[in-house]
């Protein structure tokens, strides 16, 4: 018979107690009270998810555009402003024309999360400051 060395006996015990917090771990997995359910959307929604996406990031385009252009067409090139107060006079227009231009194209306003602010105004001063710097050169 072959002796044991005390590296496979550890090896052995590792083995043993690496065993029973796995059960304990499913054991807490399997409490009913902590499960959660995720809603899966139907095609329908998903569609709709992703038509609404494409509306606001053509509207949020435009404006941008539109505000290149007016930027360009009052300020020129904005050396006698502050051009930091120009971009947030921009953002704060921009922002109240969304929340009355959305419902009109039939998207619910009240379901945007602080993310989609975010992503609709970064767009607009993205396309604002483009437009208004090509108009520069």
Not at 6 to 21: F, G, H, N, Q, R
Not at 81 to 88: D, H, K
């Given at each position: 018979m072959s002796k044991q060395t005390?590296?496979?006996?550890?090896?052995?015990?590792?083995?043993?107690?690496?065993?029973?917090?796995v059960e304990i771990v499913t054991a807490s997995v399997e409490?009913?009270?902590?499960?959660?359910?995720i809603k899966q959307k139907t095609p329908e929604e998903k569609q709709k998810a992703h038509r609404d996406g494409i509306i606001k990031t053509i509207v949020a385009a435009m404006l941008g555009t539109i505000a290149g252009v007016v930027a360009f067409s009052?300020?020129?090139?904005?050396?006698?402003?502050?051009?930091?107060?120009?971009?947030?006079?921009i953002i704060g227009i921009t922002y109240y024309a969304q929340k009355l231009i959305y419902p009109s194209l039939q998207i619910d306003t009240k379901e945007f999360k602080a993310k989609d602010w975010f992503f609709v105004e970064f767009i607009v001063v993205d396309f604002f400051l483009v437009t208004w710097t090509l108009l520069l050169n």
């Open positions: 005390p590296k496979s006996k550890s090896i052995k015990e590792l083995a043993k107690v690496k065993e029973a917090p409490d009913p009270e902590k499960k959660i359910f009052q300020y020129g090139a904005g050396q006698d402003r502050i051009w930091y107060a120009v971009l947030m006079i």
